[in-house]
């Protein structure tokens, strides 16, 4: 069970409440537009952002931190949704992550949403802080082609490219530093 709970339910684009992590800010800020995004990308290919769908998206983008399917059941809980069975918010995760619009972290079986609408096979380098949970995601190009290289020395076809860092974040690092 992991301990998340720190953020509560005030997971309104509250500016005013003093996020010491900026994570934060950077994730709920995106949350509107990415949802919006996704909606049309949606519509565009005949797919549906089903209520559900969007639900699940919309309670990742509340936080910063990667949840499990089971912290997000609660969280949609906290705004004022009805408990999900788990089989149907991992139904919704399958879509949302087959579309390139959540991550699976596999070191934290858990989710993140991604405001970048990643394709499945481009390389995403993930960066979990250990202390503040925060995730940061970045692309590389020369990482990017040097695993080609690699896998396909190997004769090997990607699925999926993510590689998962964990760690200090550049602020918990200052923080620790300084205590
Ligand atoms: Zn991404
Ligand atoms: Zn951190």
Redesign the pocket.
């Given at each position: 069970m992991s301990k998340h709970a720190a953020h509560h339910h005030d997971h309104s684009h509250d500016h005013s409440h003093d996020h010491s992590?900026a994570h934060a800010h950077d994730h709920a800020g995106r949350a509107p537009e990415a949802i919006r995004a996704a909606e049309l990308w949606c519509q565009e290919h005949g797919l549906r952002l089903t209520p559900i769908r969007q639900q699940a998206l919309e309670a990742l983008y509340a936080t910063h931190q990667p949840l499990s399917a089971y912290d997000m059941i609660d969280k949609m809980v906290a705004a004022g949704a009805k408990r999900l069975a788990p089989i149907t918010v991992y139904r919704a995760l399958d879509f949302l992550v087959e579309n390139g619009f959540v991550h699976r972290l596999a070191s934290r079986n858990a989710f993140v949403a991604c405001p970048f609408h990643h394709k499945p096979d481009e390389l995403v380098v993930f960066m979990i802080?250990d202390?503040?949970g925060?995730v940061d995601e970045v692309l590389s190009d020369d990482l990017s082609k040097s695993l080609s290289v690699l896998t396909e020395s190997h004769g090997f076809a990607p699925r999926l490219r993510i590689i998962e860092c964990g760690g200090?974040?550049a602020?918990?690092r200052d923080q620790t530093k300084a205590a």
């Amino acid at each position: 069970m992991s301990k998340h709970a720190a953020h509560h339910h005030d997971h309104s684009h509250d500016h005013s409440h003093d996020h010491s992590c900026a994570h934060a800010h950077d994730h709920a800020g995106r949350a509107p537009e990415a949802i919006r995004a996704a909606e049309l990308w949606c519509q565009e290919h005949g797919l549906r952002l089903t209520p559900i769908r969007q639900q699940a998206l919309e309670a990742l983008y509340a936080t910063h931190q990667p949840l499990s399917a089971y912290d997000m059941i609660d969280k949609m809980v906290a705004a004022g949704a009805k408990r999900l069975a788990p089989i149907t918010v991992y139904r919704a995760l399958d879509f949302l992550v087959e579309n390139g619009f959540v991550h699976r972290l596999a070191s934290r079986n858990a989710f993140v949403a991604c405001p970048f609408h990643h394709k499945p096979d481009e390389l995403v380098v993930f960066m979990i802080c250990d202390h503040c949970g925060g995730v940061d995601e970045v692309l590389s190009d020369d990482l990017s082609k040097s695993l080609s290289v690699l896998t396909e020395s190997h004769g090997f076809a990607p699925r999926l490219r993510i590689i998962e860092c964990g760690g200090a974040c550049a602020h918990c690092r200052d923080q620790t530093k300084a205590a």
